[in-house]
Each structure stands twice: as structure tokens, then as C-alpha cells.
């Protein structure tokens, strides 16, 4: 029988679960689904860490063994130089507002994070945003640069006009994070509606296959799955060359994992791909 650990008075208030060997597994998932089941309540110690983490996501161990968006974890590569470039100097900007653009996993909200850092801004989500009063997310803009992501969701319509009339009377710099061209995010405003149809904005641009094998092993990292150079190269050079892909990718490994109790390797590419064309999704691989 598995002795419980002594607990400090601090660690004591959070019930986390007790693990038997046989619980943990070579890729973590018995571990990951084990501490989810603590989430409420860690979720108040930890917040906003992972208030709004997939369903698969083992987030919460990012919140407590580390910093979850560290630069020096960021896969840079060219297709990121205009964004980094615009980004990095907003005194530059044509306005004290920016919309940055770029698919799933692109690393967009990665890439906000570090610039938050590197220009001392706040950064939030947009449905974060969505919780405060007008008055609040204008007070939030006058009190330094700021960084909204998920902009594009149709969410805090009335909060992100809020902060659009604190930029016009002098708060900034803003940036706004969306999936596509600002033009497209949606909102129930017609007059946010015009002020994102009128934002300057940069794009991530399409990945090379390097990028492609650096964030996807970077993903499995985080979920504990090792995934060697050779066989992440194969998944990726047959697959679409896109970032779209790696979510299917991603899926694919997990579910090989957790239904097949296989580790990645080249003789099982195959069966992830299979498991990736089936991912609703993600585009189906090149065959």
C-alpha cells in the first residue's frame, strides 16, 4: 500500500490525488489525467495559467514546473521575421494598436507573451476580458501596454470598443491576437467592427518543414511523449506543410498512445497518420 506523503499546512489545502505505481505510464497520461482531476482546485491557486487549456491539455503541469511561454522555448524561424520586426518596435506603429495574425499553433500567443515581456505589457484573454465591466478593460489599457488574445472570437465586444476609445484618448500600445486578418474577427458591434476592418496588422507566415518538426516535438514534449528527429521528420514530410497539420499530428500520437500503449517510431508513422486523416480537424496527410 502506497504511504501518503506528509503534506506542509500550504500544500495540504489542495487535494491532489494519490498515485499508484501502476498509474504511471511511459508517456505520462495516467499521471496527466490523475492531477486532472485537481484542477478546481488548483485552478484558483494558479489562475490564469490554464483557465482556458484544451481538454487534453496536462497545462497544469506547465503551471507548476515552470514558465509555460519562456523565449528561449520559442521555435523562431523566418517565416516569424515581419512579426518580430513590427512587433518589437511599436513606437513605429501607425497606430497605438496592432493585430497579430496567424493559424492554430503557429505560436502566435507564444510570440505575445514574449513581446508582453519584453515591453512590460499585461496580456489576457479575450474572454478573460469578457468578465470585466467597460470601465475595468478601459482602466486596464491606460495602465500600460496590453496584449488580447483570442480578439477574433466575438467575444467582449463592448470591453475590446472600450479599449479602442482608450487608444484614441492617449492609452496604447495594444495588441490584438486573432487567427486571421483583422478585417474577419467577428463581433455582434458594427463599430468594432470598423475599427478592426481599419487595424494595421502582421502575419505569421507559412512554416518550413524545420519549424514544422521543432513545434511539433515541442508539443509532444509537453505531454511527456518523446518523439525522436527521424520519425517527427517522417509525420512532416507527410503531411500538409502547414500548421493546421500539427494539430491532427498531435492528436494522432496522443491516440496511439493512449489507445495502443506504443511510443512513437518509424514503423508506427504509418498508424499515426491513419489516426491523423481521422481527426476531424486536421487536413489528411499527403498518403
Not at 500539427?246 to 517510431?265: K, N, V, Y
Request: charged residues 20%; proline residues 7%; glycine residues 8%.
Amino acid at each position: 500500500m502506497t504511504q501518503r506523503p506528509r503534506l506542509s499546512s500550504e500544500a495540504a489545502q489542495y487535494s491532489l490525488p494519490l498515485l499508484e505505481p501502476s498509474q504511471l505510464d511511459l508517456f505520462g497520461f495516467s499521471t496527466a489525467k490523475s492531477m486532472g482531476a485537481a484542477r478546481p482546485a488548483l485552478q484558483s491557486a494558479f489562475e490564469p495559467a490554464f483557465r482556458y487549456g484544451g481538454e487534453k491539455s496536462v497545462d497544469v503541469f506547465g503551471a507548476l514546473c515552470g514558465e509555460q511561454w519562456a523565449a528561449e522555448d520559442f521555435a523562431d524561424a523566418p517565416c516569424y521575421e515581419d512579426a518580430r520586426r513590427v512587433l518589437w518596435a511599436p513606437a513605429d506603429w501607425p497606430r497605438p494598436v496592432m493585430a497579430l495574425a496567424g493559424p492554430r499553433f503557429s505560436g502566435k500567443t507564444h510570440l505575445a507573451h514574449i513581446w508582453a515581456k519584453h515591453v512590460g505589457a499585461q496580456i489576457l484573454d479575450a474572454r478573460r476580458l469578457a468578465d470585466m465591466t467597460p470601465e475595468l478593460a478601459a482602466k486596464l489599457a491606460f495602465s500600460g501596454p496590453l496584449a488580447i488574445d483570442n480578439a477574433d472570437l466575438g467575444v467582449a465586444s463592448i470591453q475590446l470598443f472600450s479599449v479602442f476609445n482608450a487608444v484614441r484618448d492617449g492609452a496604447g500600445p495594444v495588441l490584438l491576437v486573432g487567427a486571421a486578418a483583422p478585417a474577419s474577427w467577428r463581433t455582434e458591434s458594427p463599430d468594432l467592427q470598423s475599427r478592426f476592418g481599419g487595424l494595421s496588422s502582421v502575419r505569421i507566415y507559412e512554416p518550413d518543414e524545420k519549424l514544422l518538426v521543432q513545434i511539433l516535438q515541442n508539443v509532444c514534449r509537453k505531454r511527456f511523449i518523446r518523439l525522436s528527429d527521424t520519425v517527427a521528420a517522417s509525420l512532416i514530410t507527410r503531411s500538409d506543410p502547414q500548421f493546421e497539420a500539427l494539430e491532427a499530428l498531435q492528436s494522432g500520437i496522443e491516440r496511439l498512445a493512449t489507445e495502443d500503449g506504443l511510443e512513437p517510431s518509424l514503423r508506427v508513422v504509418e498508424r499515426i497518420l491513419n489516426y491523423a486523416r481521422m481527426h476531424g480537424s486536421g487536413p489528411a496527410g499527403k498518403g
